[in-house]
């Protein structure tokens, strides 16, 4: 054992003085880092595997399965169905933080509020129930349950139910990915198992009872909450285990956010052009999600969007595959971090692989942020706007704030020749969370100060 830790320790030693700005990570400062293998948008898609086609797949079967979510879901009746959310401008806010951090953003800054997504009130209600719908459809299409040409809402029949509900959908979670998967697997009809990480809020849990769904509690972190949960789905030939990891399917759920925004950025009479160049700031877990979104926006965006991750500074997992090139073969506890952070959402100590190998030559960079700063941000939000966001969506701020201010970041823009664009940039703050977190949790974070 002692062996082994001396090994490690070499090689981390090495890795960081390969990439000096581990030692940053190390001692749990925030960090900008920008990207030195993105590449041209040409050869990235190629590289990627996936393609526009992909996503209009997943969006066409969001389509099929509407009747049936306005069935189950009634306040999704009002949009058709369709689980969507609003693309706010900000102005009080960008006011503040120009005076307050001096982030001398200039231009547009908008909030899109997946913070408010219909069913699970987080960015998990796009990749979560994408997925759960996926499987449904296969199961009931393999099993005859629709005919060519019928509506959906003939899943929920009662027949239907009762196929559904002698299978089983699980998942690991710290939260969010939990209570998507687990509200749409129960109102379909089918036993739901989520396996939840230590990080994960009580009022998720009891919330998630409340549907009828199995939780089961671990000591241990995420990962660890995945890895039992899937040894025990693997055991049941009747049960499917959503790998939030490794999934395509929640990738290409999460994906469809970017098709719609530009209709939304139209609607708001917002241009997206050379002159008028997209810069999107997206928290980062294990990162399906903000990867998704990225790679839809970058196939319908090209070269005029730059897609920025932000990770707590305890948990920067993306970051850390991303700069030393391991993916998923290194964790942040192998550089001494906690992998502990007040954003649940983010809590994740490795990076997904797949989402690595895929953002590698698309992702314009990462930043980090220390966890007082997100109840800080809310704060804010909340005051000068009115919005409440949940701690671990309040990071995206973070690059907002950096952008025009940071020196790497200053360089990135130089070399992209967009310093003299900056006056009409567009920047979105991707707000992944918050709704449905309860009054008296929302009064707790208020007064929640950190050193
Ligand atoms: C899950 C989550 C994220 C990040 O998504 P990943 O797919 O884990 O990267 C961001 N914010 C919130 C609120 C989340 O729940």
Not at 23 to 49: C, F, Y
Not at 168 to 175: A, D, M, R
Not at 260 to 287: K, M
Not at 372 to 383: C, T
Request: hydrophobic share 40%; with cysteine; glycine share 10%.
């Amino acid at each position: 054992m002692d062996f082994m830790n001396d090994m490690e320790e070499i090689k981390i030693s090495e890795l960081a003085g390969r990439f000096p700005i581990i030692k940053e990570l190390q001692a749990g400062k925030e960090i900008v880092w920008i990207n030195p293998d993105k590449t041209d948008h040409e050869s990235s898609m190629r590289d990627s595997g996936l393609t526009m086609q992909d996503i209009e797949d997943a969006e066409q079967r969001l389509q099929r399965f509407a009747p049936l979510i306005m069935k189950y879901f009634p306040e999704t009746r009002d949009c058709g169905g369709i689980i969507e959310s609003a693309l706010t401008p900000i102005p009080a806010m960008q006011e503040y933080i120009n005076k307050k951090y001096r982030s001398r953003l200039e231009g547009k800054l908008l909030l899109k509020q997946d913070s408010h997504l219909a069913i699970a009130g987080s960015v998990k209600a796009r990749g979560g129930i994408y997925e759960v719908l996926k499987h449904t459809e296969e199961l009931a299409l393999k099993n005859g349950l629709l005919r060519k040409g019928d509506s959906y809402e003939r899943l929920a029949e009662e027949e239907a139910r009762g196929f559904f509900g002698r299978y089983t959908i699980q998942v690991g979670s710290t939260g969010n990915l939990g209570m998507s998967i687990g509200i749409m697997s129960a109102a379909v009809g089918y036993k739901a198992i989520v396996h939840m990480s230590a990080d994960a809020k009580q009022w998720k849990k009891d919330l998630l009872r409340s549907h009828g769904v199995e939780v089961v509690e671990y000591e241990s972190d995420y990962s660890e909450a995945v890895k039992k949960g899937r040894v025990l789905s693997d055991q049941d030939p009747m049960s499917y285990f959503v790998d939030d990891e490794n999934s395509q399917d929640l990738f290409l759920g999460y994906a469809v956010a970017a098709k719609r925004l530009t209709g939304q950025l139209a609607g708001l009479g917002i241009t997206v052009d050379a002159e008028h160049p997209l810069f999107v700031y997206l928290p980062c877990g294990v990162g399906g999600a903000p990867g998704g979104i990225s790679f839809g926006l970058k196939q319908v965006f090209g070269e005029l969007v730059h897609c920025f991750f932000v990770e707590p500074t305890q948990a920067p997992c993306m970051a850390l595959g991303m700069i030393t090139g391991l993916d998923n073969k290194i964790c942040v506890q192998d550089i001494g971090l906690t992998g502990q952070t007040h954003a649940d959402g983010l809590a994740v100590g490795r990076p997904s692989g797949f989402v690595g190998s895929v953002m590698k030559h698309m992702l314009s960079g990462e930043f980090t942020v220390v966890d007082a700063r997100l109840y800080d941000y809310m704060r804010e939000l909340l005051r000068t706007e009115d919005i409440f966001l949940e701690p671990s969506a309040c990071a995206a701020f973070q690059g907002s704030i950096w952008l025009n201010q940071k020196k790497e970041t200053l360089q990135y823009l130089g070399e992209n020749d967009l310093l003299d664009k900056m006056n009409h940039a567009v920047h979105i703050v991707w707000a992944t969370g918050g709704s449905l977190v309860p009054k008296e949790v929302q009064e707790e974070y208020r007064n929640t100060f950190l050193d």
